[in-house]
């Protein structure tokens, strides 16, 4: 059974940084392309990042383009994401995912089979 670990959230002050990381276990990690979603309160869960196995190709949404990066280290069976420039808008629960499906980053949350317990992210202005 694959579970997803996060970890690395916190309270923050806007204008600071973040590393999330996401541990897999009872698989191997680069098997999965792995996203990270994010879900604030009344709102519905939506796609931050997303990367593909060998760590060659990402994908952001807009809102975090040129202040998020996501990267793994498969020997650790790790994924990160370092968020720069917080903003009070990023605040939210932050899931990790992982995808069987080798041919897409997907950015839709019912593309990914595995889920974390999510981490909470509050950026205060």
């Known amino acids: 059974q694959v579970q997803l670990v996060e970890s690395g959230g916190g309270s923050v002050q806007a204008g600071d940084s973040l590393r999330l990381s996401c541990t897999v276990s009872?698989?191997?990690?680069?098997?999965?392309?792995m996203g990270w979603f994010r879900q604030a309160p009344g709102k519905e869960r939506e796609f931050v990042a997303g990367i593909n196995r060998t760590g060659l190709r990402t994908d952001y949404a807009n809102s975090v383009k040129g202040r998020f990066s996501i990267s793994r280290d498969n020997a650790k069976n790790t994924v990160y994401l370092q968020m720069n420039s917080l903003r009070s808008e990023d605040t939210a629960v932050y899931y990790c995912?992982?995808?069987?499906?080798?041919?897409?980053?997907?950015?839709?949350?019912?593309?990914?089979?595995?889920w974390g317990q999510g981490t909470q992210v509050t950026v205060s202005s």
């Open positions: 995912a992982a995808d069987q499906l080798p041919w897409r980053i997907g950015t839709q949350s019912n593309q990914y089979a595995y």
């Open positions: 009872g698989g191997t990690s680069s098997m999965y392309v």
